[in-house]
């Protein structure tokens, strides 16, 4: 796809997705930012706030996440499943806050993804929404579905659906595409029944199983 087809994507969907909200979990500071985003894997950001207020109450440092309990920590955090690995993730990336960074949360690429939990998706969204830094795009179960139906890359490949978003984007954009992908993901390009009649992007997008003509018009 070229540039000028895939922000000409990015204008139809920004109107509908404004940016009313920045992001879509409840924290305060990067310390919960980066908490609660490897928290999100593989569950719901409903979820992930939903337990939130319970977790910060009884771990609202670094130090306190690192000295934590285990198995009092886990029935906290187990409504967002996997809470074995999720645990002993939040665990070790508290105590090497503690160890490196004197507490704090670096913000770097290359420091972030040092971290237990941490890899270049969950470090794109700490470091867009906790420091407003845009170092690349981070590709979730839906940035990934839309552009591979949208045609805005060729690969299932999250990092070379990155790579291909971050050169088809301004860098200024390469968080609020994330946004609006997940929005439009959310609400209209659902995987099992996407609502191509009230897509905005339906006669741009390539998807073969689009279930009807375009309707928006061309610009």
Partial sequence: MDTTTALLIFHRLVAIYPHTETHFLGFTNPFECLILTILSAQTTDATVNRIAPALFERYPTAEDLA??????????????????????????AAAALI????????????DLITLPGVGRKTANIVLHHAFGINAGVAVDTHVRRLSQRIGLSETADPEKIERDLMALYPQELWGEITYVLIRHGREVCSARKPACPSCLISNICRYPGKTCEATAKKT
Avoid at 99 to 110: E, F, I
């Fill in 99 to 110: 160890a490196r960074y004197n507490g704090g949360v670096p913000d770097r690429m290359d």
């Fill in 67 to 92: 000295a934590a309990d285990p198995a009092e920590l886990e029935e906290i955090i187990r409504p967002t499943g996997f809470y074995h690995a999720k645990g002993k993730n939040i665990i070790g």
